[in-house]
């Protein structure tokens, strides 16, 4: 609750630092504040939207079990739902996926209105420990709110683009209308006026790039804290059990939807260049393993 409340007043913070902004540069004079108010619903709407149905998005693609078919399916629930009750929560839905790739994701807009799906190939390819380790670390998920955190700051990043690349605009178009020498070249400003209506979507895709930077930065710190908490509840070395079999994954295409890719355990990516570092949701699995052996537990 702490974390949701902090980052809720982080996204109250940064829309009041804008309306300051806007109103300092007049710009919020000729945007109106209707227009304003619907910049705010348009930016958050869609994230907020997937946050409350992310839980039932990919369900065609699931098998829910209610009751266990075989002794695996028998032996899952039992652990997810004494993992529940360990961690005070209600225990979520459970549900396998088709897939080649050993993964698995966590979804839902509460810690008590959630959703783990594993992969079929998870559960052939890892023992029980290193399941155990996998349940552990998409409870870590659940219960530090990484969800909804990254639903915030997603419809806070879609304002932010949105009002920043306005301000640009109507700065340019300002500077344009007031230079004097400027409105005497009728040629100049032609080629200016022309080259200001391409300025939206430059501004765009340059802000949309940061934007989906900073989102993966998020996303790659949330996965490093999940596999120190698993480690923290069922012991390191199961979870760089399950890191290491990952690695062995590495030409297996991924099939889950973009919508939940950066839930996955496994994102099935390889890194490239450093550009590809920025913009993956996943750290390099090397990287999660290293971190969990300098963890002292």
């Given at each position: 609750?702490?974390?949701?409340?902090?980052?809720?007043?982080?996204?109250?913070?940064?829309?009041?630092?804008?309306?300051?902004?806007?109103?300092?540069?007049?710009?919020?004079?000729?945007?109106?504040?209707?227009?304003?108010?619907?910049?705010?619903?348009?930016?958050?709407?869609?994230?907020?939207?997937?946050?409350?149905?992310?839980?039932?998005?990919?369900?065609?693609?699931?098998?829910?079990?209610?009751?266990?078919?075989?002794?695996?399916?028998?032996?899952?629930?039992?652990?997810?739902?004494?993992?529940?009750?360990?961690?005070?929560?209600?225990?979520?839905?459970?549900?396998?996926?088709k897939s080649k790739l050993t993964n698995a994701?966590?979804?839902?807009?509460?810690?008590?209105?959630?959703?783990i799906a594993f992969s079929d190939s998870l559960?052939?390819?890892?023992?029980?420990?290193?399941?155990?380790?996998?349940?552990?670390?998409?409870?870590?998920?659940?219960?530090?709110?990484?969800?909804?955190?990254?639903?915030?700051?997603?419809?806070?990043?879609?304002?932010?683009?949105?009002?920043?690349?306005?301000?640009?605009?109507?700065?340019?178009?300002?500077?344009?209308?007031?230079?004097?020498?400027?409105?005497?070249?009728?040629?100049?400003?032609?080629?200016?006026?022309?080259?200001?209506?391409?300025?939206?979507?430059?501004?765009?895709?340059?802000?949309?790039?940061?934007?989906?930077?900073i989102l993966s930065w998020f996303s790659r710190?949330?996965?490093?804290?999940?596999?120190?908490?698993?480690?923290?509840?069922?012991?390191?070395?199961?979870?760089?059990?399950?890191?290491?079999?990952?690695?062995?994954?590495?030409?297996?295409?991924?099939?889950?939807?973009?919508?939940?890719?950066?839930?996955?355990?496994?994102?099935?990516?390889?890194?490239?260049?450093?550009?590809?570092?920025?913009?993956?949701?996943?750290?390099?699995?090397?990287?999660?393993?290293?971190?969990?052996?300098?963890?002292?537990?």
């Amino acid at each position: 609750m702490f974390k949701f409340n902090l980052c809720l007043l982080m996204n109250i913070s940064i829309l009041i630092i804008f309306y300051i902004i806007l109103k300092i540069l007049g710009i919020f004079n000729i945007l109106n504040k209707y227009y304003l108010i619907f910049i705010i619903i348009y930016g958050f709407i869609g994230s907020l939207i997937s946050l409350l149905y992310s839980k039932y998005i990919n369900l065609h693609e699931l098998k829910l079990i209610k009751t266990h078919s075989n002794l695996k399916e028998k032996w899952l629930i039992e652990a997810v739902k004494k993992l529940s009750y360990l961690l005070k929560i209600k225990t979520p839905d459970i549900g396998i996926f088709k897939s080649k790739l050993t993964n698995a994701y966590a979804t839902g807009w509460h810690k008590n209105h959630s959703l783990i799906a594993f992969s079929d190939s998870l559960l052939i390819n890892l023992n029980k420990n290193e399941i155990s380790a996998v349940i552990c670390h998409e409870m870590a998920h659940i219960i530090t709110g990484d969800m909804i955190t990254l639903g915030l700051l997603q419809g806070t990043i879609n304002v932010f683009v949105i009002l920043v690349t306005i301000i640009i605009e109507e700065l340019l178009l300002l500077f344009i209308v007031s230079n004097k020498k400027l409105n005497k070249n009728k040629v100049i400003k032609f080629i200016i006026l022309n080259i200001q209506n391409y300025t939206y979507v430059f501004i765009n895709t340059i802000l949309g790039i940061i934007s989906q930077m900073i989102l993966s930065w998020f996303s790659r710190t949330r996965e490093f804290r999940a596999d120190a908490i698993s480690a923290k509840l069922i012991g390191k070395e199961n979870m760089i059990g399950v890191l290491n079999k990952l690695k062995l994954e590495k030409n297996i295409k991924n099939t889950l939807p973009k919508s939940i890719l950066a839930f996955g355990i496994n994102d099935g990516k390889q890194i490239g260049n450093f550009l590809n570092y920025l913009l993956n949701t996943h750290p390099p699995i090397d990287d999660r393993i290293n971190e969990l052996k300098k963890l002292k537990i």
